[in-house]
Nanobody
Framework: QVHLVESGGGLVQAGGSLRLSCVASGSIFRVNAMAWYRQAPGKQREWVAVITSGERTNYADSVKGRFTISRDNAKNTVYLQMNSLEPEDTAVYTC??????????????WGQGTQVTVFS
């Protein structure tokens, strides 16, 4: 089994910064693409950022220039550095990873989410 666990969420003032982490553990042969999503109250989950195994990155327009996604392959971990936070960034942030097992079977997994609250 594979588990993704996020951490780093919390309460932060508008204009401040927060750094989220997500570590993948379990029967992992290789971690491929990793991404961050978020879901605000009453809204559907939306994609935030993605980083490939080759460390290419892409961002949603709403966070471009403010958020930075990175990864540590040795630790099976993805990070999301969030700067210039706005109240509109308030949401539950969830990580996603595409994982290949030793059987060469590939599947994507979701974490449980970490709450980010930005106040003005």
């Amino acid at each position: 089994q594979v588990h993704l666990v996020e951490s780093g969420g919390g309460l932060v003032q508008a204009g401040g910064s927060l750094r989220l982490s997500c570590v993948a553990s379990g029967s992992i042969f290789r971690v491929n693409a990793m991404a961050w999503y978020r879901q605000a109250p009453g809204k559907q989950r939306e994609w935030v950022a993605v980083i490939t195994s080759g460390e290419r990155t892409n961002y949603a327009d709403s966070v471009k220039g403010r958020f930075t996604i990175s990864r540590d392959n040795a630790k099976n971990t993805v990070y999301l550095q969030m700067n210039s936070l706005e109240p509109e960034d308030t949401a539950v942030y969830t990580c996603n990873a595409v994982i290949t097992h030793s059987s060469l079977y590939t599947q994507n997994y979701w974490g449980q989410g970490t709450q980010v609250t930005v106040f003005s």
